[in-house]
C-alpha cells in the first residue's frame, strides 16, 4: 500500500473503510445481517467490491486509517481474494503508515492449513492484517448448538491459543442472555477469556429479530424467550468481571485493555466519515449516510455497469444530534455540551439538559467535566435514555 505520513495535511483527517463479505457456511440462527450460504459468485463479488473501491476513491478525500473486514464471514476469503482487495485500495487510496487492519474471523476457518504448509495467521499477517476479530460467542457446546456455529468449543479454544502465536491484537466475541445460561456459565465463559490473555472482548446480549430461525424456534415452544431480566445480570457480571481484570469498558459492548481499543469502532462513535463497500454495506460522510443493495446478484449486476447500487438519505441537524447522543451515551465519554451547543446551537444543549433532568435525578446519568455520561446503575438502560434526550 502507499504509505503517507500521519503529518501530512489532509482534509478531514482520515476515515476509515469498511468491506462488507456476505457469505457463510451456514446461518446462524439468531443473525439477521445479509449474508448467502451458497459461494458460486464468491469470485464476481471480490472483482466487484475491487470496482466499487475505485469507483469511489474520490467521494472522501483524507487518508485510511482503518480497514475493517465484515460479514458475513471474511475468513471464508483466500488469501489471493483478500490480496486482490488489499492492492485496490493501495492503487487508489493514501493509507496510512500504521493503519488498523481489522478482519472478522469463524474459529473453524483459522485451523486450516494452506499450501506451503504456512498457517492461515501467517498469510493474514504476510497480507498487512494486524487485528483479529473472533467469533467464539460461547466456549460451551449447548449455546454453540443452539445457536447453529459452525466450530465447537475445542475449536474455540485452540483457535485463540493457535492466533495468539502469531497476533497480539485479538478480540473475541460472546454472547450473553442466551436461552437456558446460568449466571455461572456466564461467569466461567468470561473467566476462559480472561485467562487466555486476550486484550479485547465484544460482548453482545442475545436479541431475536425478525425472520430469523430464532425467532421461529421461540415462537413455536422450541427454544425458551430470551429474558431481559437475565441479560441485565448477565451484563452487571460482565462489566465487574472485565474491570477487576483491568479492562475499560470504554463503549457499552466493548472492553479492551490499554492500548486495544478498537479504533475502527471508535472512528464510528465520533462520528468520522467511512466508506462500506460490498452488498448491504452502509456509509457515512458527516453529513448523510448511503447503504448498498442487500443482494449479491444485483450489487454483482449493477457495479459491472459502472452503477453504485446505492440509497442515500441527507441528514437534518436533528438526525445528526440524534446520532450524537445515541453514540455518545453508549461511549465512555459520554456527550459533550460545549459540542451540543457549538454544533447543533443553543437551544439544542438547552433542550438536551431539560431532557436529561430526571434521569439526572434519578442518577441514570451524571454531569461531569462538561459531559452527560450513563451512570453505572444506568448502563443498560442507555439506548432507552438516549431516546428520552433525542430531538422531536
Not at 486476550?198 to 431475536?208: G, N, R
Request: aromatic share 10%; glycine share 6%; with cysteine.
Amino acid at each position: 500500500m502507499e504509505n503517507i505520513s500521519e503529518n501530512d495535511v489532509i482534509s478531514n483527517n482520515g476515515f476509515g473503510i469498511y468491506i462488507h463479505i456476505p457469505f457463510c457456511k451456514q446461518a446462524c440462527h439468531y443473525c439477521d445481517f445479509h449474508f448467502s450460504t451458497s459461494l458460486k459468485k464468491k469470485g464476481e463479488l471480490i472483482a466487484a467490491l475491487c470496482q466499487e473501491l475505485i469507483l469511489r476513491k474520490d467521494e472522501v478525500q483524507g487518508i485510511v486509517e482503518t480497514i475493517y473486514f465484515g460479514g458475513g464471514t471474511p475468513s471464508l476469503l483466500s488469501s489471493e481474494e483478500l490480496q486482490q482487495i488489499f492492492e485496490t485500495i493501495s492503487k487508489n487510496y493514501k493509507v496510512s503508515e500504521s493503519p488498523e487492519i481489522t478482519l472478522e474471523a469463524n474459529p473453524d476457518d483459522m485451523l486450516s492449513v494452506h499450501a506451503q504448509s504456512r498457517t492461515i495467521f501467517e498469510n493474514y499477517k504476510t497480507l498487512g492484517i494486524n487485528r483479529l476479530s473472533i467469533g467464539i460467542q460461547s466456549f460451551f457446546e449447548e449455546d454453540l448448538k443452539l445457536m447453529n456455529r459452525a466450530h465447537n468449543a475445542t475449536e474455540a479454544l485452540d483457535c485463540i491459543k493457535e492466533a495468539q502465536k502469531y497476533f497480539e491484537n485479538i478480540s473475541i466475541d460472546l454472547i450473553y442472555g442466551i436461552p437456558g445460561m446460568s449466571n455461572e456459565r456466564w461467569i466461567e465463559n468470561l473467566n476462559i477469556a480472561l485467562n487466555l490473555n486476550v486484550p479485547h472482548l465484544s460482548c453482545y446480549a442475545l436479541t431475536v429479530e425478525p425472520r430469523t430461525a430464532l425467532k421461529k424456534f421461540i415462537d413455536k415452544g422450541i427454544i425458551p424467550a430470551v429474558d431481559e431480566e437475565v441479560a441485565k445480570q448477565h451484563y452487571e457480571i460482565l462489566v465487574d468481571e472485565t474491570e477487576k481484570a483491568g479492562f475499560d469498558n470504554y463503549e457499552f459492548s466493548n472492553f479492551g485493555r490499554e492500548g486495544f481499543h478498537s479504533k475502527n469502532n471508535t472512528a464510528y462513535w465520533e462520528g468520522k466519515p467511512y466508506l462500506g463497500i460490498g452488498p448491504s454495506a452502509h456509509s457515512y460522510n458527516g453529513k448523510s449516510r448511503s447503504w448498498n443493495v442487500a443482494n449479491n446478484t444485483k450489487y454483482i449486476k449493477s457495479i459491472a455497469e459502472e452503477i453504485l447500487p446505492s440509497e442515500m438519505e441527507n441528514l437534518s441537524k436533528e438526525d445528526r444530534y440524534n446520532e450524537y447522543i445515541m453514540t455518545g451515551l453508549r461511549t465512555k465519554k459520554g456527550v459533550y455540551l460545549p459540542k451540543v451547543e457549538s454544533e447543533y446551537g443553543k437551544e439544542f444543549a438547552e433542550y438536551l439538559l431539560k431532557q436529561a433532568e430526571d434521569h439526572l435525578h434519578n442518577q441514570l446519568l451524571v454531569l461531569e467535566n462538561q459531559s452527560l455520561k450513563v451512570s453505572r446503575k444506568g448502563k443498560f438502560l442507555s439506548d432507552g435514555i438516549a431516546s428520552d434526550l433525542f430531538w422531536i
